[in-house]
């Protein structure tokens, strides 16, 4: 339960770093950009720890946070990708 709290709240701080790093014009604005953090982290948490590299299992640490970020930027670039082809 603490494991996924804790990835919801990395959501959130991903999702604004990523927004920051990444700045346009997203449809949706803020609240798709959150969704996208907080999707970013529970993918950015699972393959950073299946690939041994950090991930998001005892809380907030810094391999942590740069491991939702990097899992928001990719997501977030995948969601434009996607929605300029559209």
Partial sequence: ???I?????LGLIAGA???WIMPGDDPGGIFV???IG???AFV???LGTALGVGGVTG???IASIITAIVGALVLLFVY????RST
């Fill in 59 to 61: 809380g907030l640490s």
């Fill in 33 to 35: 950009t959150i969704l």
């Fill in 80 to 83: 434009r990708l996607v929605r």
């Fill in 5 to 9: 709290l804790s990835w919801i709240i």
């Fill in 17 to 19: 770093i990523a927004k």
């Fill in 38 to 40: 907080i999707a970013g």
């Fill in 1 to 3: 339960m603490l494991t």
């Fill in 44 to 46: 950015g948490g699972y």
